[in-house]
């Protein structure tokens, strides 16, 4: 038998160098519609619930302005805004980074299959990847809507810009826990503990609902680790215009970035020698 | 299609694969036998280019996997020894979805998965959830997969490893087929009779080393008898009564559970046993097979 479908002389693998990846992502979209429906509720649901139960609700009982622009104090929702949208983006990351990587590896050994074809590990973790931006960009973008309609934005133009950050706190969080979970070979519970010990905590204690400074000087330092607060403050100086000196933001772009960077560099590394061992 | 020359694999002081040789040509099955961790699945996977060798040569469709890998791959179909098909997926969703990561259309991917799900009998369960497949289906459903890509080369290992004896004929069947059309086939077991079904020439692997190479056929004359007598005396009574059979036949092997003679007419040894008044509570006479073959080899048997 021959490879019949390519013209004579082609490389048989000459269109996997170029598409893999979009081979592997294609697949991963049609493998969410199993859940589509969860991504959809949960992307439209979980922002109203917030908005309206932060925004309208708690927000009656804060009588001080927790934050201003340069135009002076900013409602309370227009605040928690930029970090609720963020922190969806992040819970997308934690639920696809972290099952999905391990059903490949372990439970369905899904990706030992996608290994024996001319797909590289390096393709198949990208292949991931983008399937996971365009599920954040869905929760993102849907996010931002809302927020909008609820008039939880700074600026309105800014709801075609907070998606990505949300894209960037998510990756930022998401990479790297993508790279800790390739190098798992068994679950021993270790997705519920980053999810109680990692994310709740970071949720709350990363200047989420009030101001970073507002906690005692010895929790800051969660702050400075987390995705989520840098995200946050970038979200907030582009939505109202939060007033942060010109070196921190610059400090949010470089964490974040560097985050991203490290975290594909240790993925590619852990799904190629798991899959070329 | 494959050439190895001293080939090696070392997983850190383990040395999994020691040295092998072996060449495998177009429209020939080859088989690698062995027992459990004789290092035949590390052999598979240098072979389809998933694992570097940490020595020797290696050519797999002319081509070097170090430098070559996805081009290879390409033209491989691999059953691996654990099925990784996606359960969510229907049987035909399984098919179609690996025929794109070899960046076959759509529409070509569709209409092979239909000729293969007939292929491999499954056309009637072509709809249906693979976690509802038993488990002799899902290994048609992984070979037909295998074949998604039309490779030139078709690797299996452990191809029936867990399944009953009717889903094993069945898949026998199938890939006797398939030689039948002119693809190469390259097969790891450790069972000998599914070496004798499928394999034209194999190799007898063990500890990462090749301890013979043949067809069945003559692997069985150069190593062992025509036929072999099976005599159990029970458990603490076999060792006394080889003793007595030291003369008897080619050769003895003394198991825990039972004594093996070999030699040319089995009929005869029976008669030689009753006549030094041995009473074995069981006897019986069969043909040799690359079981003998392993036990010759390694002192050991196969299954463990």
């Keep these: 038998m021959s490879t019949t479908t390519l013209p004579d002389g082609a490389a048989p693998e000459a269109p996997v160098r170029r598409l893999g990846a979009w081979y592997v992502a294609e697949y991963r979209l049609r493998a969410m519609k199993a859940y589509g429906w969860t991504i959809v509720v949960g992307g439209l649901g979980s922002p109203l619930l917030y908005l309206l139960g932060l925004g309208m609700g708690l927000a009656t009982f804060i ?76 929760t993102t973008v849907a996010y931002a809507v809302l927020a909008l309609a609820f008039g939880a934005l700074g600026h309105p133009w800014t709801v075609l810009v907070l998606p990505f950050v949300g894209i960037l706190g ?55 680790v987390s995705p989520l607060w840098h995200a946050t403050q970038l979200g907030r100086v582009i939505s109202y215009g939060e007033s942060e000196p010109g070196w921190l933001i610059a400090v949010h772009v470089v964490v974040l970035v560097g985050l991203i960077v490290g975290g594909w560099l240790a993925v590619r590394r852990r799904f190629t020698r798991r899959l070329r061992a | 299609m494959v050439a190895a020359r001293g080939l090696t694999k070392r997983f850190g002081d383990f040395v999994a694969v020691d040295g092998i040789d072996f060449e495998v040509a177009p429209g020939e099955s080859f088989g690698l036998l062995g027992p459990n961790g004789a290092g035949k699945s590390t052999t598979m996977r240098m072979v389809g280019a998933v694992s570097a060798r940490s020595g020797g040569d290696l050519t797999v469709l002319g081509l070097d996997p170090d430098d070559h890998g996805p081009r290879i791959r390409a033209q491989l179909g691999v059953v691996p020894q654990e099925d990784n098909l996606d359960g969510e997926l229907t049987a035909r969703g399984n098919l179609v979805t690996y025929g794109r990561y070899f960046g076959i259309p759509r529409s070509v991917c569709a209409q092979r998965a239909t000729e293969l799900l007939e292929f491999a009998q499954l056309s009637e369960r072509a709809d249906a959830k693979v976690d509802e ?30 399944l009953d004896p009717q889903a094993r004929h069945i898949l026998w069947d199938r890939l006797f087929r398939l030689k039948e059309q002119g693809t190469t086939l390259v097969v790891t077991t450790h069972f000998m009779d599914e070496a004798e079904q499928l394999c034209e020439r194999l190799v007898v692997v063990d500890h990462g080393q090749i301890m013979a190479e043949g067809s069945p056929a003559e692997l069985i004359r150069r190593y062992s008898s025509r036929e072999v007598a099976e005599l159990r005396f029970g458990t603490d009574r076999n060792e006394a009564a080889a003793r007595v059979l030291a003369e008897v036949g080619d050769r003895l092997e003394i198991l825990p559970d039972r004594v093996l003679v070999y030699a040319s007419d089995g009929e005869a040894i029976l008669e030689q046993v009753a006549a030094r008044g041995l009473r074995p509570t069981t006897s019986l006479v069969r043909r040799s097979s690359l079981e003998d073959v392993f036990l010759r080899l390694t002192g050991r048997s196969l299954i463990e």
């Design chain 2, 133 to 162: 497949l038993s488990g002799g289906m899902k290994r048609r459903l992984t070979i037909a997969r295998a074949l998604v890509n039309e490779p030139r080369l078709l690797m299996l290992d452990e191809p029936t490893t867990g």
């Design chain 1, 170 to 224: 998510g990756l930022a969080f998401g990479l790297p826990l993508m790279a800790y979970s390739a190098g798992l070979t068994e679950d021993k519970g270790q997705f519920a503990i980053v999810q109680r010990f990692i994310f709740t905590p970071m949720f709350l204690f990363s200047g989420t609902f009030y101001p970073l400074s507002t906690l005692p000087g010895w929790l800051h330092w969660i702050g400075w």
């Design chain 1, 63 to 138: 009588d001080t302005p927790v934050a201003s622009g340069p135009h002076g104090p900013v409602d309370y929702v227009v605040f928690v805004a930029p970090a609720l949208l963020v922190t969806a983006a992040i819970s997308v990351a934690t639920e696809e980074f972290t099952y999905v990587i391990m059903e490949g590896f372990r439970w369905r050994k899904l990706f030992w299959g996608v290994n024996a074809t001319p797909v590289e590990p390096s393709q198949l973790a990208g292949g991931i990847v983008i399937a996971v931006l365009v599920r954040m960009l869905f």
